[in-house]
């Protein structure tokens, strides 16, 4: 039977006096790609930032079988990464610091990074092919190559769970294609990544997806199913529609 | 060598060049006064000279590198939780509320009248106390308005609302007592006339446990630099950090306050310097910007001393002129490079 990474159950979120997540019920799969799709305003981002714990909501979510809420920070920390929609990153750290701080999760306190650290970083690095720039500062880099360093950031925190939102914004093709085989080799690795992605026929690569409407979810399914194909369809309206190409699943706007 | 090792030589070159102007500074502050290097020169002979020396020019001097350092870690900090390069350490409104509470103590202490309701040390006493207060209390009121510290555009609105109230009411004691004004307008100004060695004391013991409590939370300043929704993610418990931060924001600028006036320009300009240097983590441009503040102020005061001798120029107006000129050249350099445009 397979194991669930990230479960929420009767979650309800607000923004400020407005519900925006009503009685959200869902289970991530432990060692899949699970990417969350909806029309502007469906409640995506709020979604990942609750499964992060880092709004305040009703209804639980557990991680690894254990309930958030009762995780020590810092051990819920290492165990999930989040990487957030325009984060905003500090332009006179370079890039080795901000990736470094993936790993305070990991440091005990005033201590110096360790080996362990410092591996982890340059893995991270590399994976994004962000190595060579490792001194300079952030304000001496492009929105994209930005994106990169912040991927590493969330990347050397190891964690089982990783949380991305919109993390291909900024990135050009090949950088993208760079980062979908960068989550299949995650995954391959036994982690699991939960991503929120505008960009659909980059979203019908993962392998299942989460359909949310109106802050709730409407359908959740392989997305290489015609079911879920219909789902995504009537979820915007019957204004996309999704093709096959070269055994590759591509949505587009009817026009 | 790589990029970042670079960066962190220059910070500790930094660091050195800072500490051997401390020490120049020290010595330059110790000859600058209205008998000049005179009093320097017969310390051993002349019982007048050494009180020169010892009583004044050299704790006043030292007075204005703890009262720099003070401000310059509270502009550090200003700036890592605020997340903004335009914050100072008065941000929060203690330069309103400090002040305010001298204003009033003068008004109670009736140092405006020909003939002072106390002696002239008590009202010095009463006028740093009132100071502090003014300060402290204007913090805890800004802290309040912002319901505690977790939104940082809710603390930076109440910081702007409570400085702009709070000076209202400054200026309002000014018509209402137009006796108090000349002195209220030398604390505004800023001066380090008054320090003393107990002024030393406190102002050190103050800045030592700020440092090291700066220093020990000092990542989390660099996780709120990637945002405060990242931080959290990180495991970093921001609220209660961030809380600790503002204290010791609070208490560090107050200190300072409280001891030479409103002295503007060193806290927001001392973190800017170091990072022209050397850019570098929190840890680094904590301390790095205490020094600097140490320095720029104790310049500041020495230059005040001496320019006009044996006039004296308010230090307040020379960091303000110096310290934001120097700015305007960095800005206009960093525009150049693509940069701050």
Same mark, same amino acid.
């Given at each position: ?84 929609? =325009? ?50 500062? %952030? ?63 980059? $979203? ?17 399914? $392989? ?7 219909? @789902? ?24 | ?23 120049? %500074? ?68 203690? $330069?309103?509320?400090?002040? %305010?509470?001298?204003?009033? !103590? ?18 010095? %006493? ?19 308005? @912002? ?53 030393? !004391? ?32 990180? =495991? ?106």
């Amino acid at each position: 039977m397979s194991r669930v990474a990230l479960q929420a159950q009767a979650v309800h979120a607000r923004l400020g006096q407005v519900e925006v997540l009503h009685g959200i019920d869902l289970a991530f799969t432990a060692g899949r790609w699970s990417c969350i799709v909806g029309p502007n305003g469906a409640g995506k981002s709020t979604l990942l930032k609750v499964l992060a714990q880092l709004l305040p909501h009703e209804g639980s979510v557990t991680l690894l079988g254990q309930p958030m809420a009762t995780l020590e920070r810092r051990l819920r920390a290492r165990q999930l990464a989040w990487l957030g929609q =325009g984060e905003v990153a500090g332009d006179d750290l370079t890039v080795f610091d901000v990736v470094m701080l993936g790993r305070l999760p990991h440091q005990r306190w005033l201590a110096p990074p360790s080996a362990a650290d410092l591996a982890a970083v340059e893995q991270a690095l590399r994976a994004t092919q962000a190595w060579d720039w490792r001194g300079r500062t %952030l304000g001496q880099l492009s929105g994209g190559e930005r994106q990169r360093v912040l991927l590493a950031r969330a990347l050397a925190v190891q964690a089982q769970v990783l949380l991305m939102d919109e993390p291909l914004a900024n990135l050009d093709p090949p950088h993208q294609a760079d980062w979908l085989r960068l989550v299949r080799e995650l995954v391959a690795a036994g982690k699991t990544v939960v991503s929120v992605l505008h960009e659909l026929s980059l $979203a019908l690569q993962a392998d299942e997806l989460v359909i949310m409407a109106h802050g709730n979810v409407r359908y959740q399914g $392989a997305s290489g199913e015609a079911a879920t194909h219909r @789902a995504l369809e009537q979820v915007f309206e019957q204004r996309i529609a999704i093709h096959t190409l070269a055994g590759q699943y591509l949505a587009l706007p009817r026009l | 060598m790589t990029e970042t090792t670079r960066q962190q030589r220059r910070a500790l070159a930094l660091g050195v060049v800072l500490s051997l102007l401390t020490t120049v %500074l020290l010595l330059l502050g110790a000859s600058v006064g209205s008998t000049g290097l005179e009093s320097l020169r017969q310390l051993g002979s002349d019982a007048l000279a050494w009180q020169i020396v010892w009583e004044i020019r050299l704790p006043r001097t030292l007075g204005a590198w703890l009262a720099g350092a003070l401000l310059g870690l509270a502009g550090a900090i200003a700036q890592g939780l605020f997340r903004n390069p335009l914050a100072d350490p008065y941000l929060l409104g203690s $330069a309103s509320g400090a002040a %305010l509470g001298v204003a009033l !103590a003068l008004v109670l202490l009736g140092a405006g009248a020909a003939a002072p309701a106390v002696a002239p040390w008590l009202l010095q %006493l009463g006028l740093t106390g009132a100071a502090f207060v003014g300060a402290v209390a204007a913090v805890l009121l800004t802290l309040t308005l @912002a319901r505690g510290v977790q939104h940082t555009l809710r603390l930076l609105l109440a910081g702007v609302v409570v400085g702009v109230v709070l000076g209202a009411l400054g200026s309002l004691t000014m018509q209402l007592a137009p006796e108090v004004m000349q002195t209220l307008q030398a604390f505004i100004l800023g001066s380090t006339g008054f320090v003393g060695w107990s002024a030393c !004391a406190l102002m050190a013991a103050v800045l030592l446990p700020c440092l090291v409590v700066a220093w020990a939370y000092s990542h989390v300043l660099d996780g709120l630099s990637l945002g405060e929704a990242t931080a959290a993610s990180l =495991g970093l418990p921001v609220a209660a950090m961030r809380a600790a931060l503002v204290v010791v924001l609070a208490l560090a600028t107050a200190t300072a306050v409280a001891q030479t006036g409103l002295i503007g320009f060193v806290g927001l300009a001392a973190p800017h310097l170091v990072r022209a240097v050397s850019k570098t983590t929190h840890g680094r441009l904590i301390l790095l910007s205490s020094l600097m503040g140490g320095v720029l102020l104790m310049a500041a005061d020495t230059l005040a001393r001496g320019l006009l001798a044996p006039q004296e120029l308010p230090v307040g107006v020379l960091t303000a002129v110096l310290g934001g000129g120097y700015l305007l050249w960095l800005m206009h350099r960093q525009g150049q490079r693509g940069r701050w445009s």
